[in-house]
């Protein structure tokens, strides 16, 4: 029985021992998260520190990031651009047809006559051309028909009375057989020009840059050609009044029932104007 005390007295013992070193440990555990937690508080500030620098930092970069996209978008820029002056620079060109020279507001390029194939011909190129009578130059060349493509003035046909003024031809009653001028011109403040077939004026906000009647070739010749608005008061070239033919240039009529008849009339002469905004 007394051995069975003491037994059983031991064991106690042993258990608050057990008991005391778990507390023990179980101390040491709160103790260190305590000053864990003491420590990652205490390191919070600096933490946040850390992040802002490095968040500086990435905005720094995505700054110069940006900058250096920019910086090449604008080289690009720079490259394919012209110096910003505004919007009027470029101009607008078109060619005046029937007319020694541009309106005095106007860069005259060059000036010259017509050109184009024959009008009777097949092949060789269906537009009109303003061809420079000075400064012609030549590179190679072999003197002779060799091609069989030509280039041929131009000429008034068949331009009847009434339709064009003499204001601008010396005197001159009728321009049937007269060269056709041209003047290449370039208005520096516009950036577009259009030619309006039958119209007489231009559309509200544009300019008039002349007006006159639609011509092209006769459609029972064998050649093509673009139509054009020539001047109704032309200049002529004096002393070309010789019939040579060449390219033509015919008065164009309207077909009633092919257009709508009504505004369309049939046979009437189309009006024309260049007009630029
Ligand atoms: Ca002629
Ligand atoms: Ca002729």
């Not at 978008?73 to 470029?90: K, M, N, Q, R």
């Not at 068949?158 to 001159?172: E, L, R």
Request: proline share 5%.
């Amino acid at each position: 029985m007394e051995n069975m005390k003491r037994s059983t007295g031991r064991s106690s013992g042993s258990v608050r021992s057990v008991l005391s070193s778990y507390v023990l440990v179980l101390l040491m555990v709160v103790s260190t998260i305590i000053v864990c937690q003491l420590r990652v508080n205490s390191l919070q500030p600096k933490l946040k520190e850390i992040e802002d620098l490095m968040r500086e930092n990435k905005l720094a970069e995505e700054v110069a990031h940006a900058r250096r996209d920019r910086r090449g978008a604008t080289d690009v820029i720079e490259d394919f651009s012209p110096p910003f002056d505004g919007g009027l620079s470029g101009g607008a060109m078109f060619t005046h047809w029937g007319r020694h020279a541009c309106a005095e507001d106007l860069e005259t390029v060059y000036a010259g006559k017509v050109g184009g194939s024959d009008h009777n011909k097949h092949g060789g190129g269906s537009n009109y051309l303003c061809v420079p009578t000075l400064n012609v130059t030549w590179d190679h060349y072999v003197d002779g028909p060799n091609s069989k493509t030509f280039l041929y003035g131009a000429e008034f046909e068949n331009p009847g009375t009434g339709f064009f003024s003499t204001d601008n031809t010396q005197a001159i009653e009728s321009i049937q057989d007269y060269d056709v001028p041209c003047a290449v011109c370039r208005v520096p403040t516009r950036r577009s020009v259009l030619t309006i077939p039958a119209w007489t004026s231009c559309p509200s906000g544009w300019t008039q840059q002349y007006r006159g009647y639609l011509m092209a070739g006769h459609e029972s010749h064998k050649g093509r050609n673009k139509f054009e608005c020539v001047d109704r008061a032309p200049d002529i070239f004096k002393g070309t009044y010789e019939n040579k033919n060449g390219a033509l240039f015919y008065l164009v009529e309207g077909v009633c029932g092919s257009l709508p008849c009504g505004p369309y009339i049939a046979n009437r002469q189309i009006t024309c104007v260049v007009c630029s905004i």
